[in-house]
């Protein structure tokens, strides 16, 4: 399965991803499970998860250090993968953490929201989301960190918060909805959301993107197959995001 490296253009910034759509062992199974009472191969894979996410919030935290200090060259050739590299200049960089630095500030805390880590190309990519808060504002932070050898490279990086924006009106939160028997999208993806508590099911909001999804899959194949269910992220309006999550049943379509 082959995993394209993309720039997105979302509503607060412009970020490097490399996509993973693959199974997620995430940081809720860590905290619901006693590790005392699963086999020894589940044992050491969540011990693994901990100490991946331990290491990416330590990075996260450098990360935001560095950029107060303006150490972007560095940043940009110690801390960056290679394939970020590829699709972010230094200048495009440059742009991106003075951005972060002059309208939001240093980060000041975070809590993490969820979480993943997945093989990926011979070796451990780790994700997490969390909410944050800055120097001026609060927001939240998507990041992947690709390891190598003992060090962990920066992969993904989306910030949003409306302070990033010339027109905060516009500014989108990312929503994660748990969906059923859906068309298995992916990221970017343009989608229509449905609620299936009426019949007929009614759209309830049109062409929303799709910043992240974690489809449930089964037996050898890592591809979700229609009709799918699992988690979407997609970018909201605050309002829009209070009414979405009221509904008990939900489903996302491509937007024609």
């Not at 630095?101 to 929201?113: D, H, P, V």
């Not at 990086?157 to 298995?184: C, G, H, K, M, Y």
């Not at 989608?191 to 050898?220: A, F, Y």
Request: charged fraction near 20%; glycine fraction near 4%.
């Amino acid at each position: 399965m082959s995993h394209p490296t993309r720039i997105y253009l979302f509503s607060s910034l412009v970020v490097a991803i490399v996509s993973a759509g693959c199974n997620d062992p995430n940081s809720s199974l860590q905290q619901s499970t006693g590790a005392n009472n699963l086999p020894p191969g589940v044992a050491q894979q969540l011990a693994n998860i901990e100490k991946a996410n331990a290491a990416v919030s330590d990075e996260v935290d450098q990360l935001f250090r560095d950029i107060q200090a303006e150490k972007i060259k560095q940043i940009y050739e110690q801390t960056l993968s290679p394939k970020f590299r590829e699709v972010a200049t230094l200048e495009e960089f440059e742009t991106i953490t003075e951005r972060l630095r002059t309208r939001l500030g240093a980060l000041q805390s975070k809590t993490i929201s969820t979480s993943e880590v997945n093989p990926y190309e011979g070796t451990l990519v780790a994700s997490a989301n969390y909410e944050a808060t800055f120097e001026k504002g609060a927001g939240s932070l998507l990041v992947s960190f690709e390891q190598q050898g003992d060090e962990w490279q920066l992969l993904r990086l989306r910030v949003n918060a409306p302070q990033l924006l010339d027109d905060p009106s516009t500014f989108r939160q990312p929503t994660e909805l748990f969906v059923d028997n859906s068309e298995p999208v992916m990221p970017g993806a343009m989608v229509d959301l449905v609620d299936k508590t009426v019949d007929p099911p009614k759209v309830v909001l049109e062409n929303v993107q799709v910043l992240n999804v974690r489809w449930k899959v089964s037996g050898p194949s890592s591809k979700p197959t229609a009709p799918a269910s699992g988690f979407v992220t997609v970018g909201l309006k605050p309002e829009e995001a209070s009414t979405i999550k009221s509904i008990d049943s939900l489903s996302v379509a491509p937007h024609q």
